[in-house]
């Protein structure tokens, strides 16, 4: 560790107080369709960050705060997880900053958090398709997958997830910037 | 308070053991799992596991809790198999597109199997260890010390924002706020009233910690000492060299076939 300079302290309360705040909002389970299913809006923090703070925040944040949940109910879905909320968080802040100035705020970050989001969706999808059975059929027969149907089950779930929360994302992003104009001091 | 710490304090071998030595062995249980394609190994390790679970002295509220959302991915899992893996005989059901085969069934079986021996090994990981402690074993392992510091923030604010969550949606529905009412999207709006002051809170609370963190000295010497420290003593280095032996030598097995099914 020797000569590695340390994060300001405000960096680290950041990356804390975000990582719980991903790993809350994730534990916690809202109803939100009228006949099933809970959702969780951990992704609302992730495309928050996102939008408000920066890349490498938004991926390290979303990625750990998903995962400690995942370590204590769904520890298969871990490496997933890793992978999947960091390339959301982090694509979502990139496309966010680089069309900063491209269009309305609201549009760049739909843009952003729909991009941000389908990786998401695909890093799953293919973890429960290609990586779960893994070793279980020959290279040639991967077209017939059986973990093919579980993938495509949870695929529209995870779309309306990623949907919901994006589109509370970018709401609460314009609010919190008008009710709260010190969030600004959180950039760098 | 809030069931996200399912630590439970006792003294067993596996509550002694190093935190050090418990995170390379989850590591290693999950990239063995996702070698292993017999069945038996499965089977055998998840119920060592479940003998080790149930020396913890786990509440079944926690470990049923852990164990249903397994469970219901499982079931998922087996039951929408068979619409696209077809192969290999017997064939036990044909309905149409919903055929059942004996490979088939037992290639969904492993998978299962997989994902209930990962969840429980990870399980183990968070009863037996203290939070701070898995901090330190990470830090330990060639984490950075500030992420650990801020792993540590989040694991101990995680349980106070899900209060502060739960006290804002009692105050907005004291005010008429219905979380029950119209479609999805409309159920997700209606959390926009939850959600800003759950956020201004978390702003002030990064405002005020950063403060906390200067005036307690973070950053201020470059070679950090702990006043709880952690030691590998020779019964955790025998573990990890267990683990690191038995793990390739029971891929090898499985990649041999010297098990079938």
């Keep these: 560790m020797g000569n590695r300079k340390l994060m300001s302290p405000k960096k680290v309360a950041i990356y804390g107080i975000s990582i719980a705040l991903v790993a809350a909002l994730t534990f916690m389970a809202f109803p939100i369709t009228p006949t099933r299913g809970y959702f969780n809006f951990g992704e609302v923090v992730i495309f928050f960050i996102a939008f408000m703070i920066g890349w490498k925040e938004a991926a390290i944040c979303g990625a750990i705060g998903a995962a400690l949940v995942d370590s204590l109910l769904a520890a298969f879905f871990l490496p997933a997880t890793l992978v999947a909320k960091a390339l959301e968080g982090s694509v979502a802040a990139a496309l966010a900053s680089l069309l900063k100035k491209a269009a309305r705020p609201s549009l760049v970050r739909t843009v952003a958090f729909s991009i941000g989001g389908s990786l998401m969706?695909?890093?799953?999808?293919?973890?429960?398709?290609?990586?779960?059975?893994?070793?279980?059929?020959?290279?040639?027969?991967?077209?017939?997958?059986?973990?093919l149907g579980p993938a495509l089950a949870e695929l529209p779930f995870n779309v309306l997830q990623v949907a919901l929360c994006g589109i509370i994302a970018v709401l609460l992003a314009e609010g919190i910037e008008r009710s709260y104009p010190q969030i600004a001091n959180l950039k760098d | 308070m809030v069931l996200i710490d399912i630590y439970v304090p006792k003294d067993t071998m596996l509550h002694r053991l190093d935190p050090r030595a418990k995170i390379i062995g989850a590591l290693l249980l999950t990239i063995l799992c996702f070698f292993l394609t017999s069945i038996i190994f499965l089977v055998l390790l998840l119920i060592f596991l479940q003998i080790l679970i149930v020396t913890t002295g786990i509440k079944w509220k926690?470990?049923?809790?852990?164990?249903?959302?397994?469970?219901?991915?499982?079931?998922?899992?087996?039951?929408?198999?068979?619409?696209?893996?077809?192969?290999?005989?017997?064939?036990?059901?044909?309905?149409?597109?919903?055929?059942?085969?004996?490979?088939?069934?037992?290639?969904?079986?492993?998978?299962?199997?997989?994902?209930?021996?990962?969840?429980?090994?990870?399980?183990?990981?968070?009863?037996?260890?203290?939070?701070?402690?898995?901090?330190?074993?990470l830090v330990k392992l060639g984490c950075p010390y500030d992420f650990g510091i801020s792993l540590s923030i989040g694991l101990r604010y995680i349980p106070n924002f899900i209060g502060?969550?739960?006290?804002?949606?009692?105050?907005?529905?004291?005010?008429?706020?219905?979380?029950?009412?119209?479609?999805?999207?409309?159920?997700?709006?209606?959390?926009?009233?939850?959600?800003?002051?759950?956020?201004?809170?978390?702003?002030?609370?990064?405002?005020?910690?950063?403060?906390?963190?200067?005036?307690?000295?973070?950053?201020?010497?470059?070679?950090?000492?702990?006043?709880?420290?952690?030691?590998?003593?020779?019964?955790?280095?025998?573990?990890?060299?267990?683990?690191?032996?038995?793990?390739?030598?029971?891929?090898?097995?499985?990649?041999?076939?010297m098990v079938a099914i």
Excluded at chain 1, 123 to 147: K, N
Excluded at chain 2, 71 to 87: E, G, T, Y
Excluded at chain 2, 193 to 199: A, G, K, R, S, Y
Aim: proline letters at 5%; aromatic letters at 10%.
């Design chain 1, 121 to 147: 969706i695909l890093t799953y999808f293919l973890y429960e398709w290609l990586v779960l059975p893994i070793g279980l059929f020959p290279e040639a027969d991967i077209a017939s997958y059986g973990g």
């Design chain 2, 62 to 137: 926690n470990y049923s809790s852990s164990v249903w959302l397994v469970a219901r991915f499982s079931i998922i899992l087996v039951l929408l198999w068979p619409f696209f893996d077809k192969m290999g005989d017997p064939v036990l059901l044909d309905l149409w597109a919903y055929k059942v085969t004996l490979p088939a069934l037992l290639r969904s079986s492993t998978v299962a199997l997989r994902l209930f021996v990962i969840a429980s090994g990870w399980l183990i990981l968070m009863i037996s260890t203290r939070q701070g402690n898995l901090v330190r074993g």
């Design chain 2, 164 to 257: 502060v969550i739960e006290m804002i949606k009692e105050a907005q529905l004291c005010r008429g706020l219905d979380l029950k009412k119209g479609g999805p999207v409309m159920r997700a709006r209606n959390l926009i009233p939850v959600l800003i002051p759950t956020f201004v809170i978390a702003i002030r609370t990064i405002e005020g910690l950063s403060s906390a963190l200067v005036s307690r000295g973070y950053g201020a010497s470059a070679e950090r000492t702990f006043y709880h420290d952690i030691r590998m003593r020779i019964s955790d280095v025998a573990v990890v060299a267990f683990l690191t032996t038995v793990v390739p030598l029971l891929i090898m097995i499985d990649i041999t076939n």
